[in-house]
């Protein structure tokens, strides 16, 4: 890997975009090194995803304009599908995938931030869709993610101006859940994942499968969904283990960590 470098710290790997010359710009070789690195995750171990850009001064900066500027239609078309193939593989991800976004976050760089589950950024972090600037629509997922994260209205705002809003609008508008002093960012973002990491992994994985698969139907179809889900997780060693726990009185054992899937 050139661009992308994986590391895994107990139950919480950090995925890091380093191509920091070009403000971590996404290219069609670090869209394939993020499409290989997430297959090679082992998933019997690792149970949260932590995804940042290498550097102080960008997140991911966009999609590389110098390679997008000569492709045709048919090109362009089939750099969208490369790009979105990723970022739903990382968007549909068994486990949680924390997005830590130090910089910018512009273009490539806000969709990728949004296929993740959960944005926490640096006071530094600019978020934005410019591409209408560029001639172009965004491709990577902008144009649906963004309008289900804040709304259409405010979405559509964005993407039209084209105009960047900072970390304390992107707090306001939802779409991040924090901000931090950039020195405080990753420590935030490891001991969320770690928060998250000591619970129930079949647990933690069906409540994402349940949320992301429940927004895309109606509330009747989604109700079934969650049923399901719930359902799936009796009878497993986790909630057995986590409802005798609680069920004892006595607390007599300290209470050990799930184990893994």
Same mark, same amino acid.
């Given at each position: ?110 969709? +990728? ?5 959960? #944005? %926490?950024?640096?006071? /530094? *972090? @600019?978020?934005? &869709?410019? !591409? ?32 960047? +809003? ?5 707090? #306001? %508008?939802?779409?991040? /859940? *924090? @901000?931090?002093? &950039?020195? !405080? ?51 497993? !060693? ?24």
């Amino acid at each position: 890997m050139e661009f992308v470098v994986y590391e895994a710290k107990g139950a919480v790997g950090t995925i890091t975009i380093s191509r920091e010359k070009a403000l971590n710009a996404l290219n069609s070789q670090v869209l394939e090194e993020l499409d290989q690195t997430l297959d090679a995750v082992d998933l019997s171990t690792i149970r949260c995803l932590i995804l940042t850009g290498a550097g102080e001064k960008s997140f991911v900066a966009g999609a590389d304009i110098g390679e997008m500027s000569t492709l045709t239609k048919a090109e362009g078309e089939a750099f969208g599908k490369k790009g979105n193939d990723v970022f739903r593989k990382l968007e549909t991800f068994p486990i949680p995938v924390i997005a830590a976004v130090n910089g910018f976050a512009l273009g490539g760089g806000c969709e +990728i931030s949004m296929s993740c589950d959960i #944005r %926490i950024c640096s006071d /530094n *972090a @600019v978020f934005g &869709q410019p !591409e209408v600037g560029l001639g172009i629509t965004p491709g990577f997922g902008g144009t649906q993610r963004l309008a289900r994260l804040v709304g259409p209205g405010m979405a559509k705002q964005m993407i039209y101006s084209a105009r960047n +809003i900072k970390a304390d609008e992107a707090l #306001r %508008i939802g779409l991040v /859940n *924090a @901000v931090y002093p &950039q020195e !405080e960012l990753m420590a935030a973002a490891e001991k969320l994942a770690g928060s998250i990491a000591k619970n129930a992994p079949i647990a933690v994985r069906n409540c994402k499968k349940a949320i992301n698969d429940g927004l895309e139907v109606d509330m009747d179809q989604a109700i079934v969904i969650e049923e399901k889900l719930f359902g799936d997780c009796f009878e497993t !060693e986790d909630q057995k283990y986590g409802m005798a726990f609680f069920l004892d009185k006595n607390k007599e054992k300290v209470k050990e960590p799930f184990k893994n899937c």
